[in-house]
């Protein structure tokens, strides 16, 4: 029985620059279907060499973002989804287009981790403006929400 050919599994091009980007494929995005990319540019070929190696030990090892989709991209898929109340529908839309998006929505979903979410959280608790929380003439904090009834 002859013997299978394989597929290479990445490859290394030159950019304009002079530098070089190491390509793996990482699979399909189950979110949006297309074809996922893992990219990595260097300055010498070696040094693609290294990161092409790098990037397929990522894929063998599953430890690569299984999406690109961003946050805001996440929120419009659930959206389209979710059984809402009227008002709560309207409610939900005011504070994602006033408070995630401008913050959070161009994030890559697949970087948004516990850290960040409590950091967030905290400070719309501090100030729903996201402000420095620094004393200004003209501004004065209030959270997000009010303190929890008795």
């Known amino acids: 029985m002859p013997l299978r050919k394989h597929r290479p599994r990445g490859h290394i091009a030159p950019l304009p620059s002079g530098s070089w980007r190491a390509v793996v494929y990482a699979g399909t995005d189950p979110l949006t ?30 430890q ?49 981790d516990a850290e960040l979410l409590e950091r967030f959280y905290a400070r719309l608790h501090r100030c729903r403006s996201m402000c420095s929380g620094r004393a200004r003439g003209d501004h004065t904090c209030r959270p997000l929400s009010g303190p929890a009834a008795p």
């Not at 397929?56 to 599953?62: A, F, G, I, M």
């Not at 529908?89 to 970087?111: C, F, M, N, T, W």
């Open 33 to 62: 279907g297309k074809p996922r990319q893992l990219r990595e540019t260097a300055a010498t070929y070696e040094a693609a060499e290294i990161a092409l190696t790098k990037l397929q030990r990522q894929v063998d090892e599953d």
């Open 64 to 112: 690569h973002p299984k999406t690109a989709i961003t946050v805001r991209q996440a929120i419009e898929q659930w959206l389209e989804v979710a059984e809402l109340e009227d008002t709560t529908r309207e409610r939900y839309d005011d504070l994602i287009r006033l408070h995630i998006l401008p913050s959070l929505g161009d994030v890559q979903a697949a970087k948004l």
